[in-house]
C-alpha cells in the first residue's frame, strides 16, 4: 500500500482481556513509531524502532505493554490485562533513515476498553 | 527543559490574518524539522518540513528556521476556517538514533 496501514481501526474489549495492534509500514521504511493520544491530549512516545538497532522502550508505560517488529516491516503493539485508562487512539508512524526523517502516520487504532 | 517546546493556545486569529506558530528545541545538533496539522479526530498530517537556516514557503505556509537561536516557527497567511487544527512541530534528535521528537501541540482557532 502506499500509506500506513493499521488494524483494527476500532477495537473495543474488556478490562483484564489482552489486545493487539497491527502497523503496516511504507514500504521501505525503517524506522517505526508508535504513539498514544488520548482524548484531546497530544501524542504520548511509546516505542521507536530503528533499523536492525535495540529498539527504543523508553515511553513505554508498563510491562503490561509490548511491541515487535518482525523482518523490519510489520509491528505489533500488544498491551496485556487491559485497563481502563488504556483506552486511547493508537497511532504508528514510519519514516526512512537519515536526514529525511519526515514519518508518516497511520489512521490510529481507536481502543476502547469497557 | 522539554526537548521540543511549544505553546499549547489556544492561538485565536480572524480570518485573513496570518496566524505565527512557535517552536523551541533543545538538541542543538538537530537537522530536520517538521511541521504537522493535526484536525480533531484524525491523525497527524505533514505539512511542512525545513533543513537549513532562513525561511521555506509553500503556498500560504512559510517555515522559518535559526538553528543559532534554536528556533522554529511556521507561518500561515490569510489563514482560513478550515486552518483550524492543531500544530505539532517535530524535530529530529541528532546522533545515530535519528529520532524525531514531537512538541504538544498549538491549537489554532481561525474565527471568521
Known amino acids: 500500500g502506499a500509506g500506513v496501514s493499521q488494524s483494527p481501526s476500532n477495537k473495543v474489549t474488556e478490562k483484564g482481556k489482552d489486545v493487539e495492534l497491527r502497523c503496516d509500514p511504507i514500504s521501505g521504511h525503517t524506522a517505526l513509531y508508535w504513539y498514544r493520544q488520548s482524548l484531546g491530549q497530544g501524542l504520548e512516545f511509546l516505542i521507536y524502532?530503528?533499523?536492525?538497532?535495540?529498539?527504543?522502550k523508553s515511553g513505554l508505560p508498563s510491562d503490561r505493554f509490548s511491541a515487535e517488529r518482525t523482518g523490519g516491516s510489520v509491528s505489533t503493539l500488544t498491551i496485556q490485562r487491559t485497563q481502563q485508562e488504556d483506552s486511547a487512539v493508537y497511532l504508528c508512524?514510519?519514516?526512512?533513515?537519515?536526514?529525511?526523517?519526515?514519518?508518516?502516520f497511520g489512521q490510529g487504532t481507536r481502543l476502547t476498553v469497557v | 527543559q522539554k526537548e521540543v517546546e511549544q505553546n499549547s493556545g489556544p492561538l485565536s486569529v480572524p480570518e485573513g490574518a496570518i496566524a505565527s506558530l512557535n517552536c523551541t528545541y533543545s538538541d542543538r545538533g538537530s537537522q530536520s524539522f517538521f511541521w504537522y496539522r493535526q484536525y480533531s479526530g484524525k491523525s497527524p498530517e505533514l505539512i511542512m518540513s525545513i533543513y537549513s537556516n532562513g525561511d521555506k514557503e509553500d503556498g500560504r505556509f512559510t517555515a522559518q528556521l535559526n538553528k543559532a537561536s534554536q528556533y522554529v516557527s511556521l507561518l500561515i497567511r490569510d489563514s482560513q476556517p478550515s486552518d483550524s487544527a492543531t500544530y505539532l512541530c517535530?524535530?529530529?534528535?541528532?546522533?545515530?538514533?535519528?529520532?524525531?521528537?514531537f512538541g504538544a501541540g498549538t491549537r489554532l482557532a481561525v474565527h471568521p
Open positions: 508512524a514510519s519514516s526512512l533513515s537519515g536526514r529525511r526523517t519526515e514519518a508518516f
Open positions: 524502532f530503528q533499523g536492525n538497532s535495540a529498539p527504543d
Open positions: 517535530a524535530v529530529n534528535r541528532a546522533g545515530g538514533y535519528n529520532k524525531l521528537i
